[in-house]
């Protein structure tokens, strides 16, 4: 950027001083001017500080989205053996929406990932349903067992947690569960009593047929050699 | 003169087919739901909220000259649900500005049939068949109420 810090261009400058008679070879002598002002100097600083700065910033933006990223892979792919570690995936996704840099391949990877996570819970919220029916139907029994079976992770909110939670803590409800598997103990223990008293009546019944059979077959045997 | 519903439908089947890379759909996606243009925020009412949806996505609809005309948006709170918006957009490219009966006529697997719910989250899959159910049922009421 050059500027006419005087009011008047090199050219204005070089016609007055042909008129003036001021000649170099014939030819108007040109004027020393200066080739920026200081004003444009300062400018032009500024204006390469900040495309030096901005690069060093989207370099930063890129190396701190980048690690960001893989602590969340990290701890994603370390959630698939243990699955307490969805929750802490899913917060540092989360975190990730203020990052400055974010390539279509960590957008892909972030939503997918989230929207993995969301199913979990989704299905958690299915069991947390179910189970809360069937404590409205008084059967503790199956909500505990909804519950108890439960292996994923935990990621229902405060107030649904508390619910999920007092139904494995629940004392009553742990006496009513041990109730059923006494009771489903003495049943099954009556149904093999049962079972073997049937068997040994069966095994009775069929040797007595047997029995029956050999003695008819022993007459009839008799018969024959008492005819012969 | 513009384009029928079929010569779309045809189109999103090319692009889909086009598709070497898994990721390729995704960037789909993307790209479509950031070209996507939200929604006035007066117009964002409970009633037109898509039941089903992980993500809140509004779809209003505006019956004029005999088309159908929709507004879609979604908000995922402190999240930005591009995929939800993506999917959401792509069901627009096929359905917007359409006769009722043209939007009748579209085979509901079309899109299972391009292949998109492969690899889409369960979650999604079931939201995007709640907009797809939402928009069928938008285009019977306003061709009952164009036939009166």
Not at chain 1, 47 to 56: A, D, P, Q, T
Not at chain 1, 128 to 152: F, L, P, T
Not at chain 2, 100 to 125: C, E, H, M, Y
Request: net charge neutral; glycine share 6%.
């Amino acid at each position: 950027m050059f500027s006419f810090l005087n009011g008047k261009s090199p050219f204005d400058e070089a016609e007055e001083k042909l008129e003036a008679g001021e000649t170099v070879n014939g030819r108007p002598k040109l004027p020393q001017a200066p080739i920026m002002g200081w004003q444009d100097g300062v400018f032009l600083l500024v204006l390469v500080g900040l495309i030096v700065g901005g690069y060093y910033y989207y370099q930063y933006a890129k190396q701190k989205s980048a690690d960001t990223f893989a602590k969340c892979d990290a701890l994603y792919v370390a959630a698939e053996t243990d699955a307490t570690k969805y929750v802490e995936a899913e917060a540092c996704y989360n975190e990730t929406w203020d990052l400055g840099f974010v390539s279509d391949t960590m957008e892909i990877l972030r939503q997918n990932r989230l929207g993995a996570i969301e199913d979990l819970r989704n299905h958690q919220k299915d069991l947390y349903a179910d189970a809360m029916g069937a404590m409205a139907a008084r059967d503790s029994v199956a909500a505990y067992n909804i519950v108890n079976n439960y292996k994923g992770p935990m990621l229902l909110n405060q107030g649904d947690r508390k619910d999920w939670n007092n139904i494995v803590d629940n004392e009553a409800v742990k006496a009513c569960v041990a109730a059923a598997a006494a009771r489903a103990d003495s049943i099954a223990k009556a149904k093999a009593v049962a079972d073997s008293l049937a068997q040994v009546a069966a095994e009775l019944r069929a040797k007595a047929v047997a029995d029956s059979i050999e003695k008819a077959n022993k007459k009839l045997a008799k018969k024959k050699r008492k005819k012969a | 003169m513009s384009e029928s519903i079929v010569e779309r439908q045809e189109k999103i089947r090319e692009k889909f087919a086009s598709f070497g890379d898994p990721d390729d759909k995704w960037k789909f996606l993307l790209d479509l739901a950031r070209e996507h243009k939200g929604m006035d925020a007066a117009l964002k009412a409970e009633k037109f909220i898509i039941q089903g949806c992980a993500s809140t996505m509004y779809l209003v609809p505006k019956f004029e000259g005999g088309k159908i005309h929709f507004e879609m948006d979604v908000e995922g709170g402190t999240t930005n649900p591009l995929i939800s918006r993506g999917l959401g957009a792509l069901a627009l490219q096929v359905f917007n500005d359409m006769t009722p009966a043209d939007i009748l006529s579209v085979d509901p697997t079309f899109f299972q049939k391009i292949g998109l719910n492969v690899g889409l989250s369960p979650t999604r899959s079931n939201g995007f068949a709640s907009l797809l159910k939402q928009i069928y049922l938008y285009a019977r009421v306003f061709d009952a109420l164009s036939k009166k």
